[in-house]
């Protein structure tokens, strides 16, 4: 239903993996911080030795190790 609506789904596994489904585009992407667009807000992947494994229309997966999920607008 979240996905009918546009929200951002973001499932961590621990701290080294992060798959993000419901997102438009990626704005930056740096080792350390991995910013993506979603249809409702911006949402910042903060760490160290951050990669992008795959994507696809729907989802990403994030590996690296993460110290941070940050919601902006």
């Known amino acids: 239903m979240d996905i009918m ?14 798959l993000v ?3 438009k585009g990626i704005i930056e992407y740096t080792q350390e911080k991995i910013r993506l667009q979603t249809k409702t807000c911006q949402v910042t992947i903060q760490g160290k030795r951050l990669i992008v494994e795959y994507y696809t229309n729907e989802e990403m997966k994030i590996t690296g190790y993460i110290q941070g999920i940050i919601y902006g607008s």
């Open 5 to 18: 609506y546009g929200a951002v789904i973001i499932t961590a596994m621990g701290r080294n993996q992060i």
């Open 21 to 23: 489904e419901n997102y």
